[in-house]
């Protein structure tokens, strides 16, 4: 059974940091890893999508990077700024059935 | 083209009543999963629908239901509500579950409260 954790739960940066938020998923046999935003109380915003056969994809100011073999995946922001404030989740495919969420890292970025 | 859209976006009802939530996936997409995501448990997979029929569920009483119609339109029922069904029930619709490339949009979400 899948399992997907996030380090660190909260973080707190400055205006301008660039920051790496992290994600471990249990079983390797993925199909794909998706990174999403949540602004509080709404839906899910999709950011990157990685599949299995790739290593690392990019948007922007985003870089999300997977590891199958130590069930890793980063994702690197860039020159942080107040509007990217949002919890960032973690979804892991789980046997291609479902995707299993991570509990998510809430970021503050502070102007 | 047009995202997912969820109705109604807030709902109340009390312990004992049953409430349906419907989603409207992106145009093309056939698979509709539905999740629920609450402050304790975070988000939790409820079932999946590809071309009307249920192919994965989670791990949830049968007071939680779902149907998908031939447009691709889903709905979720939930009978005898409890004070614990309180959630944001979310809806996701993808091309294929289980392909290579299955790229997750979701909707805004339903917020239900249950008095």
């Known amino acids: 059974k899948q399992e997907v954790t996030q380090i660190p739960a909260a973080l707190s940066v400055p205006e301008g940091e660039n920051l790496v938020l992290n994600c471990s998923f249990t079983?390797?046999?993925?199909?794909?890893l998706q990174w999403f935003r949540q602004d509080p109380g709404k839906g899910l915003t999709s950011l990157l999508l990685?599949?299995?056969?790739?290593r690392e994809q990019t948007s922007g100011r985003l870089n999300a990077s997977l590891d199958k073999s130590s069930g890793r995946s980063t994702l690197y922001i860039a020159a942080s700024q107040p509007g990217d404030s949002a919890t960032y989740l973690c979804a892991a495919d789980n046997y291609g059935q479902n995707f299993v969420f991570g509990p998510g890292t809430r970021l503050s970025v502070l102007p | 083209k047009a995202g997912v859209t969820q109705t109604p976006r807030y709902l109340i009802k009390t312990r004992g009543q049953q409430v349906t939530l419907s989603c409207s996936p992106i145009s093309g997409h056939r698979s509709v999963s539905w999740y629920q995501q609450t402050p304790g448990q975070g988000l939790q997979f409820l079932f999946e629908?590809?071309?009307?029929?249920?192919?994965n569920k989670g791990n949830f009483p049968g007071r939680f239901s779902g149907r998908q119609f031939s447009n691709s339109r889903s709905e979720m029922n939930v009978s005898t509500l409890e004070l614990g069904d309180s959630a944001l029930y979310l809806c996701?619709?993808?091309?294929?579950?289980?392909?290579?490339?299955?790229?997750?949009?979701f909707g805004p979400g339903t917020r239900l409260t249950v008095l």
């Open positions: 079983d390797s046999a993925i199909y794909n």
């Open positions: 996701a619709s993808s091309f294929y579950m289980g392909s290579s490339y299955n790229e997750q949009f």
């Open positions: 990685i599949q299995s056969s790739q």
């Open positions: 629908y590809f071309s009307e029929t249920q192919r």
